[in-house]
C-alpha cells in the first residue's frame, strides 16, 4: 500500500480532497488521473524494477556484446480469464453493498491485508463518506475492461447514481484471497437529470 502512496498524493495535489475530476471540462483532468493511476500501476506492479534491471543489461551487453533475448521479460498483461472477472465482480459488489448498509467495517473485509494494515477502519470510513461517497447511495454498478498482470487484477467499473462515476480497480491475491488494493476516480460526467 505504501507504494500507492505518492500516486494518492500526486491526484489530491491536482484536484484536492474533493475536487475530483466532474464534468467536460474536466476531460483533461480526468485523462490526466487515468495516466497517473496507469503510471502508479505500472510502479506498484514492478515496471520500474524492470526498467532499472534493463539497463543494467544493456550495460552488461555493451561490455559482453550478447544479445537480448525477448523471452527475458517478467511482465505478462493478459485479459482476465471468465473465472478472475466473476471474482472479482463478486469482491467489488459485495463491499459496494455492505457500503450501502453503512457496514464499513465489513466492506473494508473486501480490502487487501496489505491495505487493512496501512489504513485503519476510522480513515478507511473518513475516506469512502469524504471522497467517495457514491458508493453508499446503491449505485449502478457496470464492469468494463479487465487485465490481469502478474498478481495484480485491473479492472475497470462504471457506477451511476445521479451521474455516471468510472472507477480504476486494483485487486491482489494474498493469503485471505482477492482483495481490493486502490480505486482510484478516473472520470465523472455531468448530472443525468440536469
Not at 28 to 55: R, Y
Not at 140 to 152: D, G, W
Amino acid at each position: 500500500m505504501m507504494r500507492w502512496q505518492p500516486c494518492f498524493l500526486m491526484l489530491k495535489f491536482l484536484y484536492g480532497p474533493r475536487h475530483l475530476p466532474s464534468g467536460r471540462a474536466s476531460m483533461n483532468q480526468a485523462v490526466v488521473s487515468a495516466a497517473i493511476f496507469l503510471g502508479c500501476a505500472l510502479m506498484g506492479t514492478g515496471c520500474s524494477e524492470l526498467a532499472a534491471s534493463k539497463t543494467e543489461i544493456n550495460a552488461e551487453q555493451s561490455v559482453s556484446e550478447s544479445p537480448i533475448k525477448p523471452t527475458d521479460s517478467p511482465m505478462v498483461v493478459e485479459n482476465c480469464s471468465a473465472r478472475t472477472y466473476s471474482e472479482a465482480e463478486e469482491v467489488i459488489r459485495g463491499q459496494i453493498m455492505e457500503f450501502n448498509f453503512g457496514r464499513f467495517k465489513k466492506a473494508r473485509a473486501y480490502a487487501s491485508i496489505q491495505f487493512r494494515e496501512a489504513v485503519t477502519l476510522k480513515d478507511f470510513r473518513t475516506i469512502i463518506e469524504e471522497d467517495y461517497s457514491f458508493l453508499l447511495e446503491s449505485p449502478e454498478i457496470s464492469f468494463k475492461t479487465c487485465i490481469e498482470r502478474q498478481n495484480a487484477i485491473y479492472i475497470q467499473v462504471a457506477l451511476t447514481v445521479q451521474k455516471v462515476t468510472v472507477l480504476d480497480y486494483r485487486l491482489i491475491r494474498d493469503e485471505d484471497g482477492l482483495g481490493i488494493d486502490a480505486a482510484l476516480i478516473t472520470a465523472r460526467s455531468v448530472e443525468l437529470n440536469a
